[in-house]
T-cell receptor, first 111, second 113 residues
Framework: AQSVTQLGSHVSVSEGALVLLRCNYS??????LFWYVQYPNQGLQLLLKYTTGATLVKGINGFEAEFKKSETSFHLTKPSAHMSDAAEYFC?????????FGTGTSLTVIP | DSGVTQTPKHLITATGQRVTLRCSPRSGDLSVYWYQQSLDQGLQFLIQ???????AKGNILERFSAQQFPDLHSELNLSSLELGDSALYFCASSGGWTGEDYTFGSGTRLTVV
């Protein structure tokens, strides 16, 4: 069975500081990996995805993630947090036609 | 606007009742997925339809059912509602059946009182 673990349900960072949201997955086959962001009262918006090729993936709003097969990880980073980054972030793995989502990490940005 | 339209945005109903949630996929997308998001369960996959046919089933209760119509819109029917069914229900669509280009709607917030 596939699973996604997001370490830390709540993360707080200061404005301008590094954002690091952790995601580990288990998958019996090479996975497709995704990060989604959810703003209050909105649906999930795709930030970035890894399917094949380069393991460092760049997404929207300055976010990037690195697929590390040996660590079964796909951590999301952003060099400098902005107030507008405050939201819920979900890591997901797709195998076949099914998505499996992590439980989410709520990011708070402190001015 | 993601292109995926869900109606209604909010729904308040009593226990034991039945409701229908509607989803119109992004233009050209053949697959529709339904998800339930609750505080205690997180984001749970319910069911997928592809071009009118059920393709995959997740943690969907027997009290819940869905269908996809010839015009590709989909409806999720929730019956004999319980307080625990209160949640955000999301619809997503994709072009193919593998879901690589998932697009989510903004959800329907269901409150059962």
């Amino acid at each position: 069975a596939q699973s996604v673990t997001q370490l830390g349900s709540h993360v707080s960072v200061s404005e301008g500081a590094l954002v690091l949201l952790r995601c580990n997955y288990s998958s019996s086959v090479p996975p497709y990996l995704f990060w989604y962001v959810q703003y209050p009262n909105q649906g999930l918006q795709l930030l970035l995805k890894y399917t094949t090729g380069a393991t460092l993936v760049k997404g929207i709003n300055g976010f990037e993630a690195e697929f590390k097969k040996s660590e079964t990880s796909f951590h999301l980073t952003k060099p400098s947090a902005h107030m507008s980054d405050a939201a819920e972030y979900f890591c997901a793995v797709r195998t076949g036609n099914q998505f499996y989502f992590g439980t989410g990490t709520s990011l708070t940005v402190i001015p | 606007d993601s292109g995926v339209t869900q109606t209604p945005k909010h729904l308040i109903t009593a226990t034991g009742q039945r409701v229908t949630l509607r989803c119109s996929p992004r233009s050209g997308d053949l697959s529709v997925y339904w998800y339930q998001q609750s505080l205690d369960q997180g984001l749970q996959f319910l069911i997928q339809y592809y071009n009118g046919e059920e393709r995959a089933k997740g943690n969907i209760l027997e009290r819940f059912s869905a269908q996809q119509f010839p015009d590709l819109h989909s409806e999720l029917n929730l019956s004999s509602l319980e307080l625990g069914d209160s949640a955000l229900y999301f619809c997503a669509s994709s072009g193919g059946w593998t879901g690589e280009d998932y697009t989510f709607g903004s959800g329907t917030r269901l409150t059962v009182v």
